[in-house]
């Protein structure tokens, strides 16, 4: 629960501190996180990633984060493009990249994409959320792109 008059009305979240980037990141990514829980307690695994993909977009949006789904990012080699060469699931305010999964199992290819995700768009931070574990906590991945 947040304070009382923490944040501006109707918003969840702060807004962003544009001296500390690494705060706004940190921020976002708690938020998400938060929400995430929310959604997955409410439902539990077993369900489609579209199921959760709903929910967790009306929830951040709720919150008052801007979300983008499905986006599509082109991707340039030795000055060549490939229109629309991925689809992101969902954008954070434009900062954090939410890769989504209902799986049995995050392998390292998963963690490879997101990270290849993350350079191609030139975002700082992804998250990979696996929902189809009996504890969210175990299907966190946070990742870290460092060549933004």
């Known amino acids: 629960m947040k304070p009382p008059g923490l944040f501006p009305a109707g918003m969840d ?3 962003y501190d ?3 980037p690494d705060a706004n990141l940190n921020r976002v990514t708690a938020s998400i996180l938060e929400a995430s829980f929310r959604v997955h307690s409410a439902l539990g695994p077993g369900l489609l990633e579209k199921a959760y993909r709903i929910f967790l977009v009306k929830a951040l949006r709720r ?14 080699f030795e ?10 699931d969902l954008l ?12 049995s199992e995050v392998n390292e290819v998963h963690l490879a994409q997101l990270m290849t995700y993350l ?9 990979l959320l696996n929902f189809n574990t009996p504890r969210l906590r175990k299907g966190i991945y946070r990742r870290v792109c460092t060549e933004v």
């Open 13 to 15: 979240v702060a807004p």
């Open 18 to 20: 544009v001296d500390d």
């Open 63 to 76: 919150k008052g984060h801007r979300v983008e789904e499905e986006r599509y990012v082109d991707a340039v």
């Open 79 to 88: 000055g060549d493009v490939v229109e629309r060469a991925f689809r992101l």
């Open 92 to 103: 954070v305010d434009d900062l954090v990249v939410v890769e989504l999964k209902a799986i």
């Open 119 to 127: 350079r191609l768009a030139r975002k700082p931070v992804g998250l």
